[in-house]
């Protein structure tokens, strides 16, 4: 089945839409993983060094 505007096939677009999305999940998760075994900061302590550094 094609589109008549695009000429392409729906699965293409949705892949060519698709894809990229995927992609950014991917990096998400190898982000995750890398930090993973670091230790947890307690918010209120990321919180005072926000705010001593002035964000």
Sequence with gaps: MNEPDTDQCVSVLVNAS?????????????A????????ALPFEEVLA????RGN
Aim: aromatic share 4%; proline share 8%.
């Design 18 to 30: 698709v894809v990229p999305a995927l992609a950014e999940d991917a990096q998400d998760l190898m």
């Design 32 to 39: 995750f993983e890398q930090t993973a075994k670091e230790p």
């Design 49 to 52: 060094t926000m705010r001593q």
